[in-house]
């Protein structure tokens, strides 16, 4: 089992920033693939960024791509999400996953095994 706990999240204007950290525990976390989704009202669950264990690959969805950096630390068993230049459109609960491998930056809710609760994200207009 790995247990998962976002904070960061807050309320903040278009054009701010916010980081997101995600605390993990219960596997060796140097180990283990980690995501970012997000979840807007009324609409599902969309990737957001995701970073592998074992060599720290990266990989974007198309709409933060360039104003979103997921990183890792894994001394302190946290990954981050640092967010710049927010739209109102980042508007979302944001969720930190974990999955049972090592290799692979996973674009695919499926293909994670653990999630966090998720923090909320308000970005204003």
């Known amino acids: 089992q790995v247990q998962l706990v976002e904070s960061g999240g807050g309320l903040v204007q278009a054009g701010g920033s916010l980081r997101l950290s995600c605390a993990a525990s219960g596997r060796t976390f140097s180990s283990t693939d980690m995501g970012w989704f997000r979840q807007a009202p009324g609409k599902e669950r969309d990737f957001v960024a995701a970073?592998?264990?074992?060599?720290?690959?990266?990989v974007y969805s198309d709409s933060v791509k360039g104003r979103f950096t997921i990183s890792r630390d894994n001394a302190k068993n946290t990954v981050y999400l640092q967010m710049n230049s927010l739209k109102p459109e980042d508007t979302a609960v944001y969720y930190c996953?974990?999955?049972?491998?090592?290799?692979?930056?996973?674009?695919?809710?499926?293909?994670?095994?653990?999630w966090g609760q998720g923090t909320q994200v308000t970005v204003s207009s």
């Open positions: 970073i592998s264990g074992r060599w720290g690959n990266t």
């Open positions: 996953a974990a999955r049972a491998s090592s290799l692979l930056a996973a674009r695919d809710e499926y293909d994670y095994d653990f």
